[in-house]
T-cell receptor, first 108, second 112 residues
Framework: KNEVEQSPQNLTAQEGEFITINCSYS?????LHWLQQHPGGGIVSLFM???GKKKHGRLIATINIQEKHSSLHITASHPRDSAVYIC??????????FGTGTSLTVIP | DAGVIQSPRHEVTEMGQEVTLRCKPI?????LFWYRQTMMRGLELLIY????????DSGMPEDRFSAKMPNASFSTLKIQPSEPRDSAVYFC??????????FGSGTRLTVV
């Protein structure tokens, strides 16, 4: 069993749609990260969360520590949002665990 | 700031050869991470350093892998001897500690 589970694995959306990617984890954490990997391979750190909600432009990340769940939302999706989104957690024991990623394709 | 700089961008080597990957973190970042990404296993943390000291190397696959951080501005990941199953993209990332990570562009390693 993976310590971090993401859903869905693949997601196709029309431009302008509201998108939600989910992440559930089974360990106690000190922080949760959302990463974005573009088709070219580069990885960008989008958010680091330990509680509540963060917003950056059209991206919103939320975390519920009690439920061990985080969501990444994209409002007014755009083809340039097409990427793989990876959830990663740093456990309270300083171990790092990664989800397998959600591949998002936004169609014009 | 040029970001996290990795070299080389691509490396093709023959099985059994020694491979050295290099990373220059962002100045002022006190944490450095080495990751490996493959299609089969996704993204994996190999080792990370805080203030140049290795904190957790439990992700290093075996003794053929070693990593060093001789100073705050340079780290190496060495594979000796290399094997075809080591073929992957190796990412280095640095962090100011409590903030998010900045990733390098990665080194695509192919061992033939």
């Amino acid at each position: 069993k993976n310590e971090v589970e993401q859903s869905p694995q693949n997601l196709t959306a029309q431009e302008g749609e509201f998108i939600t990617i989910n992440c559930s984890y089974s360990v106690g954490i000190s922080a949760l990260h959302w990463l974005q990997q573009h088709p070219g391979g580069g990885i960008v750190s989008l958010f680091m969360l330990s509680s509540g909600k963060k917003k950056h432009g059209r991206l919103i990340a939320t975390i519920n520590i009690q439920e061990k769940h985080s969501s990444l939302h994209i409002t007014a999706s755009h083809p340039r949002d097409s990427a793989v989104y990876i959830c990663a957690v740093r456990s309270t024991g300083n171990q790092f665990y990664f989800g397998t990623g959600t591949s998002l394709t936004v169609i014009p | 700031d040029a970001g996290v700089i990795q070299s080389p961008r691509h490396e093709v080597t023959e099985m059994g050869q020694e491979v050295t990957l290099r990373c220059k973190p962002i100045s002022g970042h006190n944490s450095l991470f080495w990751y490996r990404q493959t299609m089969m296993r996704g993204l994996e943390l190999l080792i990370y350093f805080n203030n140049n000291v290795p904190i957790d190397d439990s992700g290093m696959p075996e003794d053929r892998f070693s990593a060093k951080m001789p100073n705050a501005s340079f780290s190496t990941l060495k594979i000796q001897p290399s094997e075809p199953r080591d073929s992957a993209v190796y990412f280095c990332a640095s962090s100011p500690g409590l903030g998010g990570y900045t990733f390098g562009s990665g080194t695509r390693l192919t061992v033939v």
